[in-house]
């Protein structure tokens, strides 16, 4: 069975700083591009990064440029969201994504989909 785990999330202060990651079972990361999304209270789900499948490319949206990382250990099975100086408006629920193709974009065109990890950033 496939699936794709978040987790890592959590209530930090603004500013503060958390580490997603995303493991996945019952199959290998190496040839899929992995995305991360998330959805406010509210509001449509968003492409936040996604990283090709070698890890060689990455793309970020805008609002989250300069302050997150995303990587991937391929040898763990496992991709990392870095969220450094958290702000209010990245409250969300964040979920990872996989699809077989080398590259990655931040459309809604993945495959698999994990179950979700909460983020809270409040004071």
């Known amino acids: 069975q496939l699936q794709l785990v978040e987790s890592g999330g959590g209530l930090v202060q603004p500013g503060g700083s958390l580490r997603l990651s995303c493991a996945a079972s019952?199959?290998?990361?190496?040839?899929?591009?992995i995305a991360w999304f998330r959805q406010a209270p509210g509001k449509e789900r968003e492409g936040v990064s996604c990283i090709s499948s070698s890890g060689g490319r990455t793309n970020y949206a805008d609002s989250v440029k300069g302050r997150f990382t995303i990587s991937r250990d391929n040898a763990k099975n496992t991709v990392y969201l870095q969220m450094n100086s958290l702000k209010p408006e990245d409250t969300a629920v964040y979920y990872c994504?996989?699809?077989?193709?080398?590259?990655?974009?931040?459309?809604?065109?993945?495959?698999?989909w994990g179950q979700g990890t909460q983020v809270t950033v409040s004071s």
């Open positions: 994504a996989a699809r077989m193709s080398w590259l990655c974009v931040l459309l809604n065109e993945y495959n698999y």
């Open positions: 019952g199959f290998t990361l190496d040839d899929y591009a």
